[in-house]
């Protein structure tokens, strides 16, 4: 399987070593509901690790949640909240939402909060190799002394500004490892440096060697992370020595009148708003229509046009199966190991009329449920029975009128050679 790395700009192999193979994706920073776009990323990382699979892969997904992070000390304290009790909230909302996308849970979904000795122990590690200084309570990761700096994102260090200003860095294009606790905090953890919590891109490095080892395959996350944050973790993990990710995969982000949504800019629709608009299937086939490399645009007609997509997939087990030509299953294959490209795929599975393996196909995506026929309620059953009563006795204005009011219900009655069969519209 051949996937686009953002590290080499080129397509790549997917790396195999004997074993697990390693995939870490950055989960969101908890403090609110999260919105749509932090679906694409866990969606995703959930598809590669099930077609990998069915490939002969032995997969283990890691997909962190930041639950430190001044984001959840400011939104607390405006809410007159303690932040760990704000985090563990939004937490919960964040696992319940993406539950009910039907897909499963990664393997490990670890805590920044419960990763801080790792988190200490290798910012300690920077410090002795020089690659780290303290400076009243923070410490900092020193850019200049890390020749690479900029490789995977594009950045050029001597155009770079601060990413955090402050007085106490001896260079402003240092960034911070560990933060000294301010005044506004009301909750840090205890360090060689003094009170204080982990900078947020060492997070991610300690959580990804505590569960992954020093070296794994794949590292996943929006393209917003691309630059400072993942540009960091891969700075500050080689830094300390280790090999850390050999492929970097950045997706696409949603976007709302061609700009990024984000829960910052405040342009947000939220993933259980859309679950519960639209239904999870609708959700996953729109992600299915853009390559996962590009942006994509979150609208209601996208939207519209995914049900649309939903809707004739679930037509295609009301009727009788016929077999697909010979290569069809190959077809479908050929576009998802050429970079995971879900639109050729979704394009494949749109021909096929055979139930079996149409119904294989969706399973990659969670889409089982597709393939299912709702059953008709006894009151549904009833009406319909009249209605074929009322068309032996040739009263085809009552069966008319009780067509009528199945449809009102929800239900589209279909005549068959044999009787009849009960198709829900809804």
Not at 221 to 227: A, I, S, T, Y
Request: glycine fraction near 6%; charged fraction near 30%; include cysteine.
């Amino acid at each position: 399987m051949r996937v686009y790395d953002s590290l080499a700009r080129s397509l790549v192999e997917v790396p195999s070593r004997p074993g697990t193979l390693g995939i870490y994706v950055c989960g969101p920073t908890v403090y609110q509901r999260v919105h749509v776009g932090n679906a694409r990323p866990f969606v995703l990382g959930l598809w590669l690790k099930r077609w990998l699979g069915l490939s002969g892969h032995q997969v283990k997904l890691v997909a962190n949640i930041t639950d430190v992070d001044d984001r959840v000390y400011e939104a607390s304290a405006k809410q007159q909240i303690p932040s760990r009790e704000l985090a563990a909230r939004a937490t919960q909302w964040y696992r319940e939402d993406t539950d009910d996308l039907g897909l499963g849970r990664p393997d490990i979904e670890p805590l920044a909060s419960e990763t801080i000795p790792e988190i200490i122990a290798l910012v300690q590690e920077l410090i002795d190799r020089e690659m780290a200084y303290v400076a009243d309570g923070d410490v900092y990761f020193r850019v200049a002394q890390y020749p690479e700096y900029g490789r995977l994102s594009g950045a050029r260090p001597e155009e770079m500004i601060a990413q955090e200003p402050s007085e106490l860095k001896a260079d402003q294009r240092d960034f911070a490892l560990w933060k000294a606790q301010k005044p506004a905090e009301d909750f840090a953890w205890e360090s060689p440096w003094g009170a204080g919590r982990p900078g947020w891109h060492i997070e991610c490095s300690a959580m990804a060697e505590k569960y992954l080892g020093p070296e794994f395959e794949i590292h996943g996350g929006g393209n917003d992370l691309r630059f400072p944050h993942h540009e960091n973790e891969l700075a500050q993990s080689r830094a300390a020595g280790r090999p850390f990710a050999r492929v970097w995969l950045h997706n696409g982000m949603l976007e709302l009148d061609e700009e990024k949504m984000s829960k910052s800019v405040g342009n947000v629709t939220t993933l259980r708003d859309v679950i519960d608009t639209w239904g999870r299937e609708v959700l996953l086939v729109y992600f299915l229509t853009g390559h996962w490399r590009k942006p994509i645009d979150f609208t209601p007609e996208a939207m519209e046009a995914a049900r649309a997509r939903a809707e004739r997939f679930s037509e295609v087990f009301r009727n009788a199966s016929e077999p697909a030509l010979d290569g069809a299953w190959e077809r479908f294959e050929v576009a998802l190991e050429d970079d995971f490209n879900t639109p050729a795929a979704l394009a494949v599975m749109h021909e096929w009329r055979d139930h079996e393996l149409l119904r294989r196909a969706l399973g990659v995506f969670g889409l089982e449920s597709l393939a299912e026929e709702a059953e008709a309620p006894a009151d549904v059953v009833e009406l319909a029975e009249q209605r074929q009563a009322a068309r032996a006795a040739r009263e085809f204005e009552e069966a008319d009128r009780l067509r009528a009011q199945l449809e009102n219900l929800g239900w589209e009655v279909r005549d068959t050679a044999d009787g009849y069969r009960l198709v829900s519209t809804q």
